[in-house]
């Protein structure tokens, strides 16, 4: 317990160190209206519409990040075996390993996986 009081301590100490040093060495300039306004090779933007957005891509986007933050969520997997509660780590990563690959049929059998239909 103490361990992961210790992880949680210097995650928070380092993130708030990083955007301190963000905040202090980015650029204070003041932003004018012509960086503020579209460009597109020289002419103005006369077209308010756009291109539809594709929902087969944001939902393919969704899926790859939720993906890859069980591989991430994974990663830490060994450590937490190597503690006294091995065969509940265990049964975590089993269950984790199975809601992942049951997630997985399920998107493919939907038809979200493919990209052309």
Known sequence: MLTILYLIAVTFCLVFLLKVVSLLLA???????EELS????GFEHHNVSRIP?????F???LIFLLFDLEIVL????PYV??????LVSILLLIVFVYILYMSLIYEWSDGTLEWLS
Do not use: G
């Not at 650029?27 to 209206?33: A, F, W």
């Not at 075996?81 to 091995?86: K, N, Q, T």
């Open 27 to 33: 650029e204070q300039t003041p932003l004018m209206r």
């Open 38 to 41: 579209p460009y597109e090779c």
């Open 53 to 57: 957005f594709s929902l087969r891509y």
């Open 59 to 61: 939902f393919l986007t």
């Open 74 to 77: 994974m990663l830490f997997m």
């Open 81 to 86: 075996i190597l503690f006294d509660y091995f």
